[in-house]
């Protein structure tokens, strides 16, 4: 029988990551296009069925190779219709995007929140190495994450699981965080967290690799920091220390309630590697259950900006493959 | 056709609570028989036996009636086996729980941890009201819980999914806790907890009800608490506020993550009903996202001692009941 494709679909603000994966999860072709935002973002669904039909044709296939689209978007979702509520980045309120992507397309499609399918993508062909019960944490400009119990992602009753970003380290006296509360994690770990942690105590380190950085250039960067501990910068340790007592307490207090076999963590910060997870798994290994940091490990994503566009196929292969559902074109 | 029955079991340290229980979730008949935990508990499954055996004749039925057992137990489970790891109250050790008492009634077994068939229980019959996303949170002599995703309970990678009890709270200078860790919510959250809060700051409220109390009895009880609460005393209503700080903060953190659309509270500390459900919401909605805030109900758990076996009902019949399994006899 001839092997079929799935598509992947990662929608972002400035870009749209597009895919043809094999039924085994490898990527056979991947491609990008534009995100226009204008029309209060109604081309987009056009611009997606018109670049795979281009897509197709240059490869020399037809659309019966493809057996249906998983996308991840921003914004809040309902899920089972594939229901955008709003989408700020993108444009959309009440936008019925499963709808309308299949209208264009003529292929089935399923849509998720776009954290969630970095968290499948990784699960099945990342660092996840197939667990079916994964945290994953992505440390970038904000913090995201996705939540996969027993293989499937938490959804939770209006679509909110995962929003560990939001998880209060401070309870008083904490940074404002975008959501309007203070003290979020997101306003600690991430990478902007980490710069503006390190630059709020910067007075007290005046001898340290990052004051003089912070003297030429008049900012940090996550990145700077993990530099600076390379070089064995006292304050820059004691810096990564504080995010990693925060973020090791956090991640240990869900899993002793989700008890996850592997802790993806993912984003920007990620690329920090062992200078963040050493002492990252010391701080979990405090605060976690003996029995829940046994079954436990962490691991750093490793399919980066794939990781959406292989969940999305992972999404058709589960949800949509087995249906054999058919939509007339 | 001729209903069938539900075998509920809950097994506990001191009694073993059985009820057989209709299709749609009453209670035909519940009673009690007492744990017998010599022979490191190996009598025990007998004892089940022989009373199905004696109830089923006291009602002039036969063994065809019932569908299947779902039963409760504590300790470390493997949930496809039904392998017991370690249960310390009852002396196993490596017991093929869900072999032998299929053996020994000759019905299909199916077997999960105490405080997760609980919160079923309470999914199905209780104040969960069939929310499908559900977090239980236990407060009794310690702090247990149970979560349902999308109307299954999480496990976790090795069964310690839903230890909500041992979410530390106090990273440094909390009290010892029974898991080995210190400043566990346990420790300050359950029946004993709340009562050692109290305790530990009397000599600072010496003109309190609860400082009367304590002289007199040299101790203090959690419904000692909140009997004072009601009374008016201060000093209590201090000690709640901060018990609910915690709790509400550990909760919200969780539901940031799950995003359930129920929290029952149950165990003997919810008896105090509204004393402790408005100051805990109060602190729960300061912490959790609004949208997550919006989504979840509180309500205080109804099924009290019955929510076990109501939730070995709900396993037998979703998970037992569409199997149409025969084991022979």
């Not at 935002?37 to 795979?52: C, H, R």
């Not at 976690?288 to 940091?293: E, G, I, M, N």
Request: proline content about 3%; overall charge negative; charged content about 20%.
């Amino acid at each position: 029988m001839m092997e079929k494709w799935y598509v992947g679909v990662d929608l972002g603000g400035t870009t749209i990551k597009m895919a043809f994966i094999s039924e085994k999860g490898n990527i056979v072709e991947k491609w990008e296009i534009p995100t226009d935002i204008t029309n209060e973002g109604k081309n987009i669904t056009k611009d997606i069925a018109k670049a795979l039909q281009d897509q197709l044709q240059e490869l020399g296939e037809k659309k019966e190779k493809l057996v249906g689209i998983g996308m991840g978007a921003p914004g809040f979702i309902e899920m089972e219709t594939g229901f955008i509520y709003q989408a700020v980045n993108i444009g959309w309120r009440n936008y019925p995007l499963k709808e309308s992507l299949e209208e264009e397309t003529g292929l089935p499609v399923i849509i998720d929140n776009d954290a969630n399918i970095a968290a499948l993508g990784e699960m099945w062909r990342g660092a996840g190495d197939g667990a079916k019960d994964l945290l994953c944490v992505t440390l970038g400009t904000g913090v995201g994450g996705g939540i996969v119990a027993n293989g499937e992602i938490l959804h939770g009753t209006n679509g909110m699981a995962g929003e560990i970003g939001h998880i209060t380290v401070l309870p008083e006296g904490g940074t404002p965080c975008n959501c309007g509360k203070t003290g979020c994690l997101e306003t600690i770990a991430s990478a902007t967290g980490i710069a503006r942690v390190a630059a709020a105590g910067i007075k007290e380190a005046p001898y340290s690799v990052l004051a003089d950085i912070f003297q030429k250039s008049g900012e940090l960067t996550s990145k700077d920091i993990f530099d600076a501990v390379e070089q064995g910068d006292l304050y820059a340790k004691e810096v990564v220390n504080h995010i990693c007592f925060h973020l090791g307490l956090a991640i240990a207090n869900l899993a002793n309630a989700i008890n996850p076999e592997k802790i993806v963590i993912g984003g920007g910060v990620s690329k920090a590697g062992n200078l963040l997870l050493t002492p990252l798994q010391k701080s979990f290994e405090t605060y976690a259950l003996p029995r829940v940091a046994e079954g436990s490990d962490f691991a750093i994503a490793t399919l980066g900006n794939d990781a959406g566009v292989i969940g999305g196929a992972w999404l058709v292969k589960t949800k949509l493959a087995k249906k054999d559902k058919v939509i007339p074109s």
